[in-house]
Each structure stands twice: as structure tokens, then as C-alpha cells.
């Protein structure tokens, strides 16, 4: 969302949301305000960076149409009522790509999601459950503590969502004072992350579902976690 691209300041990401899901990213942090009376992508403050969320999501729906075997996760951080975001939904008739899960039923597999065409899993920290497919984050999904400064200071302990939940957010970035692409290089190193995502693994049981990092092209991030995927 906030990118350099797009001229947002202090971003933490070097590219737009096309080129990011072009490149491989396949879940998405999206920060949702109200300002002028519509809803947009904020991160932080609107003066720091600002986009219609309608703008944004007609960007993920033409990703879904030219990719038709891509799976789309998005994670919302919002301060928008749910109904406002489902409007802004139907506006860019994104919501007949959105999967609609019950939290004690299995998961489908990335190809049951293609073949159904319901390749887009919504979360939310508020407002979940309001609408068909909105998801409450927090009862589906756990994380690890996302306030890092330095990488000696990762672990695994778990922050929000009870540890029991089937889902895992591996955040995996640093913020000394804001993110940026030297501290990226940092935590993105191809094998301090690898060996983080297997460490975790083995010491929680939990195997991460979404890796979160900044920069993402720094350190090819995207190579590390496939070739982790295709271990396991």
C-alpha cells in the first residue's frame, strides 16, 4: 500500500500493488480511513500518503482477472465501518472473488479456491463477520509481535489471535523509528529469514501461512519463501 512509487512518504514498500502481486506477493496490509468523507488507503496519516480505496481494489481485481490460478489474501488494519467497505466492494465488482469461510470448517486447498473462482480471502481487525467473506482476523489468525527495531530482537512468541488459531502471521520487519530499505536489508538477509521461518516452525508447531516484510524485492523474499514451500 504505502510504496515509493506512488510517492507515499516513508513507505514500506518500493513498488505498487500491481507490480508487488505481479512479482509474487500474495497477501496485502491495507490501512483503511475515512477521509473527506470517503474511504482510502492511509498509512499512518493522510499526509503521509493517500488512494481511494476503490482506486486500489480495481487494481487487485484486474490482477485476478489477467491471473486466473492467483489467490489474493488481503489484511485490513481499518477505522472504517464494514458496510462502507463492502460498498466499495460491490463499486468495483470485486465481490464475487471473495471466499466466504466458517472458522470450525477446513480450509480449501489454493485449487479448490481457483476452481470455484473465489480467489480473494478478506481479514479484518474490525467489523469482521458483518458481511459474507469478511473475516474477523483475530479469530481465524495468530501473528508474532510486529514492533521490532532490530533483528536480534525477533521471536516467536505469539502477540494477537489465540494460539490456537489455524492460521499464522510471521511479521518479519523492522521499525527504528519508520521502515525503510537499510533496515530491510537487514531483515530480509535470504538466510536469516529462512532460518527464522524454520525455527518458528519448530518451535511453535505453527507453519507460517503469511510471511510479512517490507521491501519485498530486497533480499528476494519471495524465492525464500517459496523454496520453503516447496520443502514442505
Not at 505498487?16 to 497477501?27: E, H, N, S, V, W
Request: aromatic share 10%; hydrophobic share 40%.
Amino acid at each position: 500500500m504505502s510504496n515509493a512509487a506512488d510517492r507515499w512518504l516513508f513507505p514500506n514498500q518500493t513498488h505498487t500493488i500491481t507490480r508487488q502481486l505481479t512479482d509474487g506477493a500474495r497477501a496485502l496490509m491495507l490501512d483503511l480511513h475515512i477521509v473527506d468523507g470517503e474511504v482510502h488507503l492511509v498509512h499512518s496519516k493522510p499526509f503521509l500518503g493517500k488512494r481511494l480505496l476503490t482506486d486500489g481494489l480495481i487494481e487487485i481485481r484486474h490482477f485476478l482477472e489477467k491471473t486466473p490460478k492467483a489467490v489474493v489474501t488481503i489484511i485490513f488494519e481499518s477505522y472504517v465501518p464494514a458496510d462502507a467497505v463492502k460498498q466499495c466492494f460491490d463499486e468495483t465488482e470485486l465481490t464475487k472473488f471473495v471466499h466466504s469461510q466458517q472458522v470450525n470448517d477446513p480450509w480449501p486447498t489454493l485449487n479448490q479456491l481457483i476452481s470455484t473462482g473465489k480467489r480473494l480471502v478478506l481479514f479484518t481487525d474490525r467489523g469482521g463477520g458483518q458481511w459474507s467473506g469478511y473475516h474477523d482476523v483475530w479469530t481465524f489468525c495468530t501473528e508474532t509481535h510486529f514492533s521490532v527495531k532490530s533483528v536480534d530482537d525477533f521471536s516467536f512468541e505469539f502477540n494477537r489471535g489465540k494460539p490456537t488459531n489455524r492460521l499464522f502471521i510471521l511479521n518479519h520487519f523492522l521499525t527504528n523509528p519508520v521502515a525503510s530499505a537499510s533496515l530491510a536489508r537487514q531483515a530480509n538477509n535470504p538466510d536469516l529469514l529462512n532460518n527464522r521461518i524454520e525455527t518458528c516452525h519448530r518451535q511453535t508447531k505453527h507453519l507460517p501461512t503469511f510471511v510479512v516484510v517490507d521491501f519485498f524485492e530486497i533480499g528476494d523474499t519471495v524465492k525464500t519463501v517459496q523454496q520453503f514451500n516447496m520443502k514442505k
